[in-house]
């Protein structure tokens, strides 16, 4: 008798450390996904979206709030889970942390090794989007603050170039367009003067009436595909880094999960 009762003692202590370090490690997880479901959602109510659901519906492009709302909502859901499941030593939710976590680590996984299989149609599609967005460009703030940053981090202007934003109907360069910014750009295509502190929202005004070459003075002339692909090619191994880093993550949260929860039968078992 005595020897089973040390037996339950030493296995309830393994599960101790394991325990509250996966409890840990998903009081973060948690408070990270809450922090994104809030700016999602807060987003989303400066916006007026959940006022008018009909909104949603309405946005020709993709609106980047979406991003934050279903990232924050399956790490929210996942940390709750795995925290619970730590602490009332729940198998039930300790099974359903890790089977979740493997599925998106394998969707993960293929998502990788597809688009590097199907680099071509990521491409076009890549093309694609970044059209259908600069032509949404004033329909949306956070969109435009996306494409706006976008074009400054990346030093570029357009999907392909300048003229790319004749498909957006305020900088369309045509007798017709009574817009001011007709021939123009966002000022986010302007190559900034170190000079100025205060930006100059204007500067990207008439600059598509002049020839190419006096272009390049103002404005970014190169494709934000193109600058994507080169500034991926130079931090390929922080990008790679960083996805190894996610990954090896995951795998240390389902071994942890499935420790615990083999730790609580075998507890269970001596009872």
Known sequence: MSRKHHHHYKGAEVSCCVKYFLFGFNILFWLLGASFLAIGLWAW?????????????????????WLFIVVGAVMFILGFAGCIGALRENTTLLKFFSVFLGLIFFLELTAGILSFVFKDWIKDQL???????VKAYRDDIDLQNVIDFAQEYWSCCGTHGSDDW??????????????????????????????????????????RRQEEQNRQKFIYTKGCVGQFEKWLQDKLIIVAGIFVGIALLQIFGICLAQNLVSDVKAVKANW
Request: hydrophobic share 35%; charged share 20%.
């Open 127 to 133: 093309n694609l989007f970044i059209n259908k967005n």
């Open 45 to 65: 109510a400066e916006k007026g979206v959940l006022s008018n659901l009909s909104a949603i519906t309405d946005l020709g492009a993709l609106d980047p709030v």
């Open 166 to 207: 004749n498909l957006n109907m305020y900088f369309n360069c045509t007798e017709l367009n009574p817009s001011r910014e007709s021939c123009g750009v966002p000022f986010s295509c302007c190559v900034k003067d170190p000079a100025e502190d205060v930006l100059n929202t204007q500067c990207g005004y008439d600059v």
